[in-house]
């Protein structure tokens, strides 16, 4: 049998993959919205998106246009989350508007 390392919360680890889950659920929801939505509207059109951070119960939306969208999610590593978010979120941050902030993964120091 193999010893778990010392320090290892298997409880932390759970709450860190629920939070993972909830915000690539959220970044999936957004996407499909998005993808409706350049059907029907032009690249400058404002949408109402649901906040991509690690919250698990968040339920905080930006407004972006669908041209930011774009330019954010092109990069898989990137998230938008609501600029309140955007320090509490285990991710670094990339960018801050005044609406909306981009986090990406593996920018924070020691992650």
Same mark, same amino acid.
């Given at each position: 049998?193999?010893?778990? %390392?010392?320090?290892?919360?298997?409880?932390?680890?759970?709450?860190?993959?629920?939070?993972?889950?909830?915000?690539?659920?959220?970044?999936?929801?957004?996407?499909? @919205?998005?993808?409706?939505?350049?059907?029907?509207?032009? %690249?400058?059109?404002?949408?109402?998106?649901?906040?991509?951070?690690? #919250?698990? @119960?968040?339920?905080?939306?930006?407004?972006?246009? @669908?041209?930011?969208?774009?330019?954010?999610?092109?990069? %898989?590593?990137?998230?938008?989350?609501?600029?309140? #978010?955007?320090? &509490?979120?285990?991710?670094?941050? &990339?960018?801050?508007?005044?609406?909306?902030?981009?986090?990406?993964?593996?920018?924070?120091?020691?992650?």
């Amino acid at each position: 049998m193999t010893a778990r %390392p010392a320090g290892r919360d298997e409880s932390m680890v759970d709450a860190a993959y629920a939070r993972l889950g909830a915000a690539i659920a959220r970044a999936d929801e957004n996407r499909a @919205l998005v993808t409706e939505a350049f059907k029907i509207t032009s %690249p400058q059109t404002a949408l109402t998106l649901r906040c991509e951070c690690m #919250h698990r @119960l968040c339920t905080e939306v930006v407004v972006l246009t @669908l041209e930011e969208y774009e330019d954010i999610t092109a990069d %898989p590593a990137q998230a938008v989350v609501a600029r309140s #978010h955007a320090d &509490v979120d285990d991710r670094g941050v &990339v960018k801050r508007t005044s609406r909306f902030s981009v986090v990406e993964e593996g920018l924070r120091e020691g992650g």
